[in-house]
């Protein structure tokens, strides 16, 4: 259950994952000592893995802090994925650019209110198809072929199983991650009475 409400408590730092279609808004405070709102702005840009699809979010320089805000309308346009983001500082006085910071760990979250929307993660999608792919490997069990100068090799049934167990190790720690921020009982904390 919600204790904040999010349109009127900014948290300080970039969030980790938006829903597409969310309200976003995000402060940076530390910055103002070193760089004067009154002598520069920020930048916030976030591109998908992969390219294409890219975020721009200027700042509205406040006098203790940065302010990043996006509206619903905005981020409804941005396609859920894994993205890379920078930081960028700009001098006011001649549009010079520094990137202070960078990172490659921005989700952007599909909207469940979105009929045509796949909840599910990269992860996911990917172990579940390799999942399917191990169900099948006993039905079609040949580990190379060629045809017509062309050649194809298929994973083995050990790779495919490390695979998976990879897949599965992430996947459950994106739920655990999400039930951690969502303050349901995940388990793995253990409740003692005294």
Do not use: C
Request: charged share 25%; aromatic share 10%.
């Amino acid at each position: 259950m919600a204790t904040t409400n999010y349109f009127d408590t900014v948290k300080e730092g970039l969030p980790s994952s938006i829903v597409v279609g969310d309200f976003v808004q995000f402060k940076k405070t530390e910055i103002v000592a070193v760089y004067d709102p009154t002598l520069y702005t920020m930048e916030f840009i976030a591109r998908i893995a992969g390219g294409g699809n890219e975020i721009n979010i200027a700042s509205s320089n406040e006098t203790t802090h940065y302010l990043f805000q996006a509206s619903s309308t905005t981020t409804s346009a941005w396609n859920p994925g894994s993205y890379h983001w920078q930081l960028d500082v700009i001098r006011i006085s001649d549009s010079e650019r520094y990137t202070l910071e960078r990172g490659h760990n921005l989700e952007i979250v599909a909207d469940l209110d979105q009929n045509n929307s796949d909840p599910r993660t990269h992860e996911e999608i990917t172990l579940e198809k390799i999942r399917s792919l191990i169900s099948g490997k006993a039905d079609a069990d040949v580990a190379s072929y060629s045809i017509a100068g062309r050649s194809l090799t298929k994973m083995t049934f050990e790779e495919l199983s490390q695979a998976e167990d990879y897949f599965a190790k992430k996947v459950k720690a994106q739920i655990a991650k999400l039930d951690g921020e969502s303050n349901r009982n995940t388990g793995a904390t253990i409740q003692v009475r005294f």
